[in-house]
């Protein structure tokens, strides 16, 4: 589910911000999306267009009216926000009152390389996104996901392994390796299907416990990352 109209955050590996921040999502629009849809819905993952937590008011009101008993009363474990993790917000949300599932877009280990994959969250510290993604798990008693794009060359030297053994081992955390969809970024390359699996069987070796997300999408250019409006572009 989209949050926003566009996104400030950046990423390069994403087609959905080139356009930049148009505006955030009101409350009833958020809900819409499961309300048009016209059929059942078993699971709500705040992850599309736009960064959740910087329209946190009007996520946490949306997620309100989802779950309430004279509503839609949608199950508070069935919903999932993906998140760059802002710093501030993670903080907040840990001490809402509502045990949604929370994934962390990593994709690094290093401040330099995370600042190079997402630019315009420069000013958060890599290890303080960790620290309060650990921090809410244990106050909720939940696991966490760390999703980490496989980027060849970029993010996948054996420091990488080491550094998030250090983070995670033993810890109530699933790292989720993601496949790169192509976009109009040609400095990346969809990697080979042997060096993800190489890759997540090191993660493996250090201890850490890994799943590989399979794409979907693509055909339709709707895949993670693809996602964008053309419309606009064209009448610039």
């Known amino acids: ?3 926003q109209v566009g996104c400030s955050v950046g990423c390069i590996f994403c087609e959905s911000g080139r356009n930049g921040f148009v505006r955030n999502l009101t409350p009833s629009e958020i809900v819409q999306q499961v309300i048009l849809l016209r059929r059942k819905v078993n ?15 009007n996520f946490i009101k949306a997620i309100h009216i989802l779950r309430d008993r004279n509503g839609l009363n949608f199950p508070t474990d069935g919903i999932t926000v993906s998140t760059v993790g802002p710093v501030e917000q993670l903080k907040k949300l840990r001490e809402e009152h509502l045990k949604i599932q929370l994934t962390i877009s990593l994709h690094a280990t290093t401040q330099a390389t995370r600042n190079r994959i997402i630019p315009n969250m420069h000013r958060y510290d890599i290890n303080d996104v960790v620290n309060e993604a650990l921090s809410h798990a244990k106050r909720h008693n939940r696991k966490v996901v760390f999703a980490y794009l496989f980027l060849q060359g970029i993010n996948d030297k054996p420091s990488d392994v080491r550094q998030l053994a250090r983070w995670f081992r033993g810890k109530n955390v699933m790292l989720n390796l993601l496949e790169y969809n192509p ?3 040609t400095q990346i390359k969809k990697p080979a299907k042997q060096e993800m699996t190489s890759f997540k069987q090191q993660l493996e070796r250090a201890g850490l416990e890994v799943t590989m997300r399979i794409s979907h999408g693509r055909n339709i250019k709707a895949a993670c990352g693809q996602l964008a409006n053309k419309y606009n572009e064209k009448n610039k």
């Open 43 to 57: 699971r709500i993952v705040f992850m599309g267009m736009g960064e959740p937590l910087f329209n946190y008011s």
């Open 183 to 185: 976009t109009s970024n």
């Open 1 to 3: 589910m989209s949050t």
